[in-house]
């Protein structure tokens, strides 16, 4: 994963080098954040995420579009997880994890201020803590592999964005029969510099 992740920074900075209509950007926005597995409460629970963006334009109504997120998700169980799983993770119930999240997103423009996005986010598990409790080691899986799709609205130098990630790997790393896999919803402002 690391080496992966290597080798597309190396890509990006050589691309950026030779890009003609590049832009960079911050961006912020909130994540709407749910965790398929017979363990957790359905429904969505609120986070955030937060970082940088780039533009590059391949041509007319083609793009891509790099970004490097610090992103935050919340979840519920519906049972304590160590009770059945693991009695030394202690209370897991309310769990908090932070991820740097890499979406490598294609920009397809049809109109000159709306663009739709499509393409895989490599996410890397930096933290996974209970509020006001210990640490919850050995429960998550390190990194998380979605598709991403949405759309972003152009306004000057604002862009308004929505998107929808659906993970594809299991992030379970407890037990291998209940498996996890996130679907988050991202709604956010962006400013280009």
Known sequence: MK???????CLFCLYVTHAQGFKIGAKVGSNITGLTGLQFKQGFEYGYHLGLFSELSLSKSIGFQ????????NLTSATNLS??????LGNLQDIRLTYLS???LLSIKPFKR?????????????DNTKPFSANATGAFK??????????QIKLVGLRLYGRY???LTNI??????DKWRSKTLQLGVGIAL
Do not use: C, H, R
Request: glycine share 10%; hydrophobic share 45%; aromatic share 8%.
């Open 114 to 126: 709306l663009t739709f996005q499509v393409g895989p986010q490599f996410g890397v598990l930096i």
């Open 165 to 167: 990630g659906i993970g």
């Open 172 to 177: 379970n790393d407890i037990q291998e029969q």
């Open 66 to 73: 790099p970004e490097l997120l610090w992103s935050q998700t």
């Open 102 to 104: 890499i979406p490598l």
């Open 3 to 9: 080496k992966l992740i290597l080798a597309s920074a």
């Open 142 to 151: 390190n990194g998380d592999f979605s598709m991403m799709a949405g759309a």
């Open 83 to 88: 009770v059945l799983y693991q009695p030394s």
